[in-house]
């Protein structure tokens, strides 16, 4: 059974900083792809950033330039790093985790970014 444990969501004031870790219960190098969601309240989950296994990152517009995410495999770990945080950055934010077809979660962690 795979597992992802998320941790280092909080609170934070508008402009400050959060990084996210997400670490997995087996060697990351055996996933095809690596990212971050998030679900505010009454909105679907949205894809937030990526990471392949050749460590090629995908992020959506409304955080480019603001997050980073990058992965150690000898940690198991992927983090994302959060810069400039907005309070419409508040969600849950969930690690995520693909093998093929099969897409593994974290349990979530919340970031909540006060104006």
């Known amino acids: 059974q795979v597992q992802l444990v998320e941790s280092g969501g909080g609170l934070v004031q508008a402009g400050g900083s959060l990084r996210l870790s997400c670490t997995a219960s087996i060697g990351i190098f055996n996933f095809n792809v690596m990212g971050w969601y998030r679900q505010a309240p009454g909105k679907q989950r949205e894809l937030v950033a990526t990471?392949?296994?050749?460590?090629?990152?995908n992020y959506t517009d409304s955080v480019k330039g603001r997050f980073t995410v990058f992965k150690d495999n000898a940690k198991n770990t992927v983090w994302m790093e959060m810069n400039s945080l907005k309070p419409e950055d508040t969600a849950v934010y969930y690690c995520a985790a693909q093998i093929w077809a099969t897409r593994y979660w974290g349990q979530g962690t919340q970031v909540t970014v006060s104006s």
């Open positions: 990471i392949d296994k050749g460590r090629t990152t």
